[in-house]
């Protein structure tokens, strides 16, 4: 297959985009993949939503690995910036082909960056029979308070940046549209004021937006809408929880691992009656020194209690009293050519 031409219109995918859609990809042979709609652009920016490519290149790596073998946990590695108006380019390489289990290699690379700009290794496995089933409990109105009496749709949309500096700057420029899911974060305030960093939480509610094939037939991609919302926060909690939401020079993921505890139709986003089912992102932090941070997650099925994933986020911190975020200067974490840029130094 000849490879795509780029669509001029490319700056970024902040729209309302249907999840199959903004996770398209040309096949150009059995083990490159591109992708063939652009990613979500945080602060209206062409700076690339990490977990698109980290979603996608599971997305890309299921599609050489023999029917039936279902995504169960991946490890990504951040190396450089990526861009929303240039596609990614997914390439497979096969680790093992077992059994039970296979493994593939997913290095993606850009054509606007030298070498590797993520790296992955995804494990897929068949379905088989639990045995000696034990979980945590799920029921997150039982822990948290503030859920009782309110359905996630209540909850305001996630915001692009999750820094105070966005939240002001979105109440004038009101917030990006998010492609693919239906994202609500709770507000914690009340349940975070007493409560030191590490014990602090954030809580956020996902759904997928269009249509999905049946779990059945297109299980990987039910999985990888699990990975794609976990990154939805970034490692901006890790500002917040301290208190020091504006106040770094630099932020951003190293490594970042998912293990996703349900089977094929546990995965799936969509119920019995064809409407689209919540989940829920439990954030923490579990460490914080040595210039990084360690953000852990539990995402949940709302109406059954039951785990779907666990995740581990290892990401680099840098605070410096003085510096603060915003939407000019030199600490701006946009790109160049934000179209936000001329209209905020008017203010």
Known sequence: ?????????????????????????????????ESAHPAFGPGNST???????????????????PEGFVLHSITGHFLQLGFTNVPFTYTI??????????????DVS??????????????????????????????????????????????AEAPSIDSPFWWEAAKEFGEDKFPGLDMRKVDMDAYNKDRMTL????????????????????????????????????????ANFLGKGDEYSAIASLSFTVVLHAEAEELGLIDADGKAKWFCVELAIDHIG??????????????SGKPVAS?????????????????????TIFADNDKRLAKSEKL
């Open 199 to 238: 014990e602090r939480r954030q809580l956020m509610f996902y759904r997928v937006l269009g249509d999905m094939p049946d779990a059945k037939e297109g299980p990987n991609l039910h999985a990888i809408a699990h990975l794609y919302a976990s990154d939805r926060n970034g490692l901006f909690p890790i």
């Open 47 to 65: 700076r690339a939503f990490g977990g698109h490519v980290y979603a996608q290149s599971a997305l890309a790596a299921s599609k050489s690995v």
């Open 93 to 106: 390489s096969p680790i093992r082909d077992g059994a039970g289990y296979v493994q593939r290699r997913v």
């Open 110 to 155: 850009q054509k606007r960056t030298k070498g590797l700009m993520f790296t992955a290794v995804c494990s897929f496995k068949r379905p088989e029979k639990s045995q000696a089933t034990r979980t945590l409990d799920g029921r997150l109105e039982e822990r948290y308070a503030l859920l009782k009496g309110r359905g996630p749709e209540s909850w």
């Open 290 to 303: 040595h210039g990084r941070g360690l953000m852990v997650e539990r995402l949940w099925d709302v109406q």
């Open 1 to 33: 297959m000849t490879r795509p031409k780029l669509k001029a219109q490319w700056f970024n995918g902040n729209d309302y985009t249907p999840f199959t859609t903004l996770f398209s990809l040309h096949k150009i042979d059995d083990s490159t993949y």
């Open 311 to 331: 995740t581990m986020q290892d990401g680099l911190l840098r605070l410096k009293p003085g510096i603060k975020q915003g939407l000019v200067g030199e600490n």
